[in-house]
């Protein structure tokens, strides 16, 4: 077994740091020892898509590294989506529109959303469907999460 | 019972309504806690040592190396667990044997599939519990595996359990758990009066609930000899039953916290690691922790059977069914328990069939033990049923939803298995689908098809218990033991403002644990807005009896005299009167103390649950990959107290029967090792897989429920494979009769059709 190593990183703003063995997983170091919970692991080969984080500002699946790979880097997971108590437009669409059912895919449904819709803020509904495969949900049959991202989508441009 | 206060001639005020999710911010914020969010001081990790093989007898377990390497706890094989009682008892959907779980949870001499729990270790992290593994030697003497209904039926089939017996074969060894059979009339004098018959066979495969949450489970042991579990589960009071059962502890030792739950579906009403994880606490004195991998919940957790199905049907010229013969052979997994006698009572469920006669074969495989999903049974059975009714109705020549009308069931028809139908929707929900925009479009377009089919199911009713808390400024909390998997807390909090006149915000739905509420059966059968909505509405009774008492004490009056109507409490001839509930609960240390009402029901009055759904498809003809262009549900939900939760459910029972339909598979080789146990092969719909589903709610209340209430949970799951069969059918004239129709079977069927039989391509050599 390889010594554990220091590493540093930003994570939702502010500067954590910790121990992590060479193999510890991103999305365990995330969520034993940063307490950060609300990331998800689902399936643990990078198809599932709950785990999703953004690293220094882009989608990745925090399954798929290793902890000391993040080490300096800008994370953000989903308890950072929301600023100051105040939901992300994002977080209140998914929540108005249900978005979901039994939650567990939606902390990685909405980093991938996040992340879609900085690139293209004014999607179609087929665009939509074509960035969410990157998250398997298996309870709403995705109707309430493309709506949910369309809505967001469209309050997000009028209120920039 | 307390009269209804609600008043339902003049429409209701909560319920129907669609008020925002109570469980939402915590979903959307990450605070939700799920069964492996959560964590103790001083925690093991526990991991279990799986079978490589599908069929081996155990002939010796070595792990000292693995208890001597530095930090491992505790190592624990099935020597550890007691013998438990070898008979069926009635749990939930499923009925289970203790012997038989005990010896799913750790093998005894014998491991009967691949990923069979063989060991489990606990150690201070995980990676150590990972190594401490590859030190456990295990010396296996391999056997034959038999992977099919088919093989284990035959002759000289390979036994899986030298004690196995049943009923018809006597004291000879055999594969089969079971037979059951189901008449009515004379299906020979039926099939005679026939002028057109029908005979179809059909094979499905193994699939798998999909949920994306991999089971877990933390447990801890004091010296007092409690325990608690938590984790994320359908039934907490199962896993604390299974879990006393499989350990021989008692029942009442055990207290189960059930965490926020990441998809059931039936997968998750029975257990897996909640007993390895106390075994090891009791072991350790620590607490243990133990989450599956995904490979580990495809091969070792319990997905739904597989099954050979063959179904004859005659019918009169004018479409009128005369006789039906279904013959059902289901995978029960390593150990009986398919759920085969559920698909027979479903198959012919929708329709009034004077002569029947059903069969079903319960049949144990080298495969994980099957587990509920969704409707347990019925799909694999209606995909057989519905595309032969609707054979029978291009025979005819009649529109396949007027077919169903014209056979279907209805108020008095006899059930298969049971006595005549009370009210039922099922002609409402075909009705709406030949209503509906979808089914009077046209479609257009080359290798396009239309298909329709149509579900049952029973829907459960079984245990529950409420309590209706009324907090001092006068909202409340609505206390259940019904663990939320498809919006129970909402319909629960809705029924409960209605009672009370409050809004559905006002209400704060809790689920609580084994200790904290009655016995409160599984989340299972769609029956918690049925059966916890009944207690619910009964123990909000109860609170408004106890208000009504209340303001009677107030204003020196007798109970009876009080009225509560449009959010306020009346006595006539009273200048005190009227006040408003918040008034009230401001008076309440002043007039008795707190207002709790409570209630328990064992439900009766079930209502069942019918579905037609309307598919539209388009094939490729060179890969045989079948497009979904629209799809259109019809539920019958008795009575929508959430619409909007009503429609989710309708849309996800669609999407996974659309998966089930298409590609998704249990994937064996020859040695019976799993080849697709992982989300990449094992393949469930994206979001871009599938349309838009569009939903009609029909409401035909059920006169057994006080609001009319079906369940929603479990019947839009069913029509989907024979819908979408029936759509290809029309779209390129053949007719599939496996599962899933992936392109490989597809594209063979397709080119067998067109007598192009040699030029099936490698890929689509599909056996």
Redesign the interface.
């Known amino acids: 077994?390889a010594e554990p190593r220091k590493i540093r990183m930003t994570v939702n703003g502010q500067a954590r740091e910790g121990w992590a063995?060479p193999?510890r997983l991103l999305a365990?170091f995330l969520?034993?020892d940063l307490g950060?919970?609300?990331?998800?692991?689902?399936?643990?080969?990078g198809?599932?898509g709950?785990c999703t984080v953004l690293l220094n500002g882009e989608a990745a699946r925090s399954c798929l590294m290793l902890a000391v790979q993040a080490d300096g880097a800008e994370l953000m997971?989903?308890?950072g989506?929301?600023r100051g108590g105040v939901?992300h437009p994002l977080?209140e669409a998914?929540?108005?529109h249900?978005g979901?059912?039994?939650?567990?895919?939606?902390?990685g449904m909405?980093m991938a959303a996040y992340d879609f819709l900085r690139v293209n803020p004014d999607p179609t509904e087929?665009e939509?469907?074509?960035a969410?495969?990157a998250?398997?949900?298996?309870?709403?049959?995705?109707?309430?999460?493309?709506r949910a991202v369309k809505a967001a989508a469209d309050r997000m441009r009028s209120a920039p | 019972m307390a009269t209804n206060t609600i008043d339902s001639s003049s429409g209701y005020r909560v319920i129907g309504t669609r008020p925002i999710r109570p469980d939402g911010v915590d979903k959307v914020t990450g605070r939700a806690k799920y069964g492996a969010d959560y964590a103790l001081p001083g925690m093991l990790h526990g991991k279990v040592l799986r079978s490589p093989h599908a069929h081996a007898r155990i002939k010796a377990i070595r792990f000292e190396r693995a208890l001597k390497l530095p930090g491992v706890k505790a190592v624990v094989t099935g020597k550890d667990l007691p013998e438990g009682e070898n008979k069926s008892v009635p749990l939930g959907e499923m009925s289970v044997n203790p012997r038989y779980l005990g010896h799913n949870i750790l093998a005894r001499d014998k491991a009967l599939y691949q990923g069979h729990a063989v060991a489990a270790v606990a150690a201070v992290g995980l990676h150590i519990a990972e190594q401490a593994l590859e030190l456990i030697e295990v010396e296996y003497e391999l056997l034959p595996p038999v992977m099919t209904v088919d093989e284990a039926m035959a002759n000289s089939a390979p036994i899986l359990d030298p004690e196995l017996r049943n009923e018809e074969q006597g004291d000879e060894p055999t594969n089969i758990a079971k037979h059951a059979q189901l008449k009515r009339g004379e299906t020979e004098a039926g099939f005679k009066s026939a002028q057109i018959v029908v005979e179809r066979e059909f094979r499905t495969a193994m699939v798998h609930q999909g949920y994306i949450e991999p089971h877990n489970a933390l447990a801890t042991y004091g010296s007092d000899g409690r325990a608690t579990i938590y984790c994320s589960t359908q039934g907490p009071f199962e896993v604390r039953g299974m879990s006393a059962a499989v350990l021989g502890v008692p029942v009442g030792s055990i207290k189960v916290v059930p965490a926020e739950i990441g998809g059931g579906f039936g997968g998750k009403t029975t257990v897996y690691l909640e007993p390895l994880a106390l075994l090891l606490a009791m072991k350790t004195g620590r607490p243990v922790k133990m989450v599956m991998t995904r490979a580990e919940v495809l091969r070792a957790s319990g997905p739904t059977s597989g099954s050979h199905i063959k179904v004859k049907m005659g019918c009169a010229r004018d479409g009128k069914i005369t006789a039906a013969g279904v013959w059902l052979a289901y995978e029960a997994g390593a150990f009986p328990g398919s759920p085969v006698a559920a698909a027979a009572m479903t198959v012919l469920a929708p329709y009034a069939i004077p002569n029947v006669l059903i069969d079903a074969y319960d049949v144990v495989v080298n495969r994980p033990k099957t587990a509920a999903y969704r409707a347990p049974g019925a799909t694999n059975a209606a995909f057989a049923a519905e595309t032969v009714i609707d054979e029978l109705a291009e025979r005819c020549g009649i529109d396949p939803l007027e077919m169903r009308i014209l056979n279907g069931a209805r108020e008095g028809t006899p059930h298969p298995a049971g006595p005549p139908y009370r009210r039922i929707g099922f002609i409402e929900t075909c009705e709406a689908i030949k209503n509906s925009p979808h089914y009077s479009s046209e479609l257009n377009g080359a290798n396009r098809g239309r298909g329709v089919a149509s579900g049952f199911w029973f829907n459960a009713g079984m245990q529950s218990a409420a309590m209706v808390n009324i907090h001092a400024d006068g909202t409340a909390s609505v206390v259940t033991g019904s663990p939320d998997i498809g919006g129970s807390r909402a319909s629960c909090a809705m029924i409960a403002a209605e009672v009370l006149g409050l809004e559905a915000e006002e209400v704060r739905p809790v689920v609580t644990d084994t200790d904290a509420i009655g016995h409160t059966d599984v989340t299972g059968g769609s029956r918690v807005t049925f059966a916890t909505g009944m207690a619910v509405f009964q123990a909000a009774e109860d609170a408004m009896r106890q208000l009504k008492e209340r303001a009677a004490k107030l204003w020196e009056c007798k109970p009876e005299e009080v009225e509560f109507r449009a959010g306020k409490f009346f006595a006539k001839g009273n200048p005190g009167a009227p006040i408003t509930i918040k008034e009230l609960a401001k008076r309440l240390p002043r007039t008795g103390g707190p207002v709790s009402g409570r209630a328990t029901v064992n439900a009766r009055g079930v209502g069942p649950a019918f579905a037609t759904t309307c598919i539209d498809v388009e094939v490729d003809l060179d890969t045989g990959k079948v497009e979904i262009l629209r799809c259109t549900v019809a539920q019958d939900a008795g009575r929508a107290i959430h619409p909007a939760y009503v429609e989710g459910q309708m849309q996800g029972g669609t999407a996974q029967g659309i998966g089930w339909a298409l590609n998704e598979e249990y994937v064996y080789d020859a040695q019976g090792r799993m080849l697709n146990a992982g989300l990449l092969d094992y393949r469930m719909p994206t979001c871009p897989d599938l349309p838009m589903i569009e939903t009609i709610i029909v409401e035909v209340p059920n006169p057994g429920h006080p609001l009319g209430v079906r369940g929603v949970g479990e019947v839009s799951i069913v029509p989907p494979p024979a819908a979408v069969a029936n759509a290809i059918y029309r779209a390129v004239g053949v007719r599939l009769t496996e599962l899933p129709m992936s392109p490989p079977r597809v594209l063979k069927a397709i080119l067998t059709h067109s007598g192009q039989p040699s030029s099936v391509p490698a890929a689509a050599q599909v056996s």
Do not use: K, N
């Not at chain 1, 950060?36 to 080969?45: A, D, P, S, V, Y």
């Not at chain 1, 998250?135 to 493309?146: A, D, N």
């Open positions: 077994m063995e193999r365990d969520r034993e950060l919970t609300g990331t998800h692991i689902g399936c643990e080969h198809i599932c709950a997971t989903i308890e989506l929301a939901l977080q998914f929540w108005e249900h979901l059912q039994c939650g567990f895919c939606t902390p909405l087929e939509i469907r074509e969410l495969s998250v398997l949900c298996r309870c709403t049959g995705y109707q309430g999460i493309v």
